[in-house]
């Protein structure tokens, strides 16, 4: 295919070459600008070959003739990379390993009265136009610069060799691809100030858990991108870039409507249940029922036509499934009817950005519309700063408001009974708050329920005790004869009676 054949499909007249990196497109608005040098760099390891071969794959398979020039790989590596990622290479994606001539390789054949690098510099160059010359192609990767500088020894000497290139290929209207592996001692910026584009990648060790991998756009000429950084992985076939959530860029119009249960006295604490587009936050110690208190609602949303999404962080799937039909809710079943999806997420393996992703893949291509999150701790542990778990939530949160979901988080307390501290607060970005205590009456640990906050509407002060059994959650009248439940010793108050029967007094 000629330039001028290839300027008559959709993608050439946009002006964008696209990456074909799940992602990355999204980020750069449309891929690379097509005739423009961009540069992208990073780290051994970071994944840069793998982008290139995907950029070139992408034009290969539209007809386009591509070029990847090798001066670190050989081209066997090159094709055994392809191979582990499970692509065939077409005829029209050239791979040209640039080794030294043999003259330059013979001690006998070496020139006294001239540095090496000087006839490696000009003879390396004039190889690659040469087989530019050679395959004419529409994309060009360049790997890497940093031979190139190596050999140019000088900052001035490597500006003006790489100014030579990108007069060159922009000339030949290429859209070219150099990378970059930071290997060199040079910190300067010469090709920043060439490039069209920059994009720079890095790989990060946390203590516990694989390597994790972001990118970021530093520079785009004329160009609006996303900023920030951006989580990405690298898989079976490919790079997949998870795209920063900025919940603005998602809203929709829906309908705001209330959300019961079967359960008359828990309507009424809620005053008359959640409501679509919200929040909750369900608060309390361990054992206190909060991920069942949220497969109430999810059960509640399925039986009456919906879909929902569950991402455990904490529990074992299979002891949850057990725990919860013992309790009267048949996880499977819903599962199996395509009304659920449940993921065990872990979180030592897992990115916020790619968390987020799955999220908004749930509700965009499953149309979930009710998310629970079970539990934040183990959302948090996936996260290098408290301050950077506040920011993700806040705009999932958003996002899945605006997409008219219905959300439940939850979050274990430290403690039992009395003073109780969260590990991360984010009341502040609930529009309900639940909390659940233990607290202790004639002898028996009980448990109690109570709205500390609810935005979309008036909900009952009071508390009420609940109980679990095979039923799943029963509360009961509000505990008016008693001062001081949330702290876990309630006292009985003068004149205002005893407590309502306890459970084993209740008629069935």
């Not at 965009?364 to 506040?390: C, R, W, Y």
Request: with cysteine; net charge negative; glycine share 10%.
């Amino acid at each position: 295919m000629t330039k001028a054949e290839a300027n008559k499909n959709g993608e050439s007249r946009s002006g964008k070459a696209a990456t074909g990196v799940a992602g990355l497109d999204d980020i750069t608005a449309g891929g690379l600008r097509r005739g423009r040098i961009f540069l992208m760099e990073g780290d051994p390891g970071t994944g840069k070959t793998t982008i290139a071969s995907q950029f070139l794959m992408t034009g290969a398979e539209a007809g386009e003739r591509c070029l990847y020039i090798t001066l670190s790989e050989t081209e066997e590596e090159l094709r055994e990379t392809a191979r582990s990622h499970g692509w065939e290479l077409p005829d029209n994606f050239h791979i040209f390993e640039l080794v030294p001539p043999e003259a330059l390789l013979n001690d006998e054949q070496q020139q006294s009265l001239l540095y090496s690098s000087d006839l490696e510099l000009g003879e390396t160059t004039k190889r690659i136009l040469e087989k530019y010359e050679e395959v004419k192609p529409d994309r060009v990767v360049l790997d890497s610069l940093s031979e190139i500088r190596l050999l140019a020894q000088s900052s001035l000497r490597y500006r003006r060799q790489i100014l030579s290139l990108k007069h060159y290929f922009a000339h030949h209207e290429a859209t070219v691809l150099m990378l970059d592996d930071l290997t060199s001692e040079s910190a300067d910026k010469t090709v920043h100030s060439v490039a069209h584009g920059v994009i720079r990648l890095q790989e990060m060790s946390p203590e516990y858990g694989p390597e994790r991998r972001r990118l970021r756009i530093l520079k785009y000429r004329g160009q609006k991108f996303r900023g920030g950084y951006h989580d990405f992985v690298i898989e079976h076939g490919g790079v997949r870039v998870f795209p920063r959530l900025v919940s603005l860029e998602h809203k929709t119009q829906f309908k705001r409507e209330p959300v019961t249960t079967d359960s008359a006295e828990l309507n009424a604490l809620l005053g008359g249940g959640f409501e679509t587009g919200s929040n909750a936050l369900i608060l309390g110690p361990s054992g206190t029922g909060k991920s069942l208190f949220a497969l109430t609602f999810v059960e509640s949303a399925i039986r009456r036509g919906g879909k929902a999404a569950m991402f455990v962080f904490d529990e074992e799937l299979g002891l949850l499934f057990s725990r919860a039909k013992g309790l009267g809710i048949d996880i499977q079943a819903m599962v199996d009817g395509g009304n659920l999806i449940i993921e065990q997420v872990d979180a030592a393996e897992l990115s916020p950005g790619e968390f987020s992703q799955r999220v908004r893949n749930c509700v965009e291509e499953h149309q979930a519309k009710t998310v629970v999150i079970d539990s934040l701790n183990g959302f948090q542990a996936a996260m290098p700063e408290e301050s950077a778990l506040i920011l993700h939530m806040h705009e999932l949160l958003q996002y899945l408001n605006r997409q008219g979901v219905m959300t439940f988080l939850t979050v274990a307390q430290h403690g039992l009974v009395g003073d109780m501290k969260s590990p991360v607060d984010v009341t502040y970005l609930a529009d309900t708050v639940v909390l659940l205590r233990y607290f202790e009456a004639a002898g028996r640990v009980r448990r109690a329920i109570s709205i500390m906050k609810k935005r979309t509407g008036a909900h009952e002060y009071t508390i009420r005790e609940y109980w679990i059994d095979a039923k799943g959650i029963t509360l009961g009248e509000p505990l008016t004869g008693f001062q001081g439940v949330l702290r876990g010793v309630p006292e009985i108050i003068p004149s205002a009676g005893l407590m309502e029967k306890t459970r084993d007094e209740r008629p069935e």
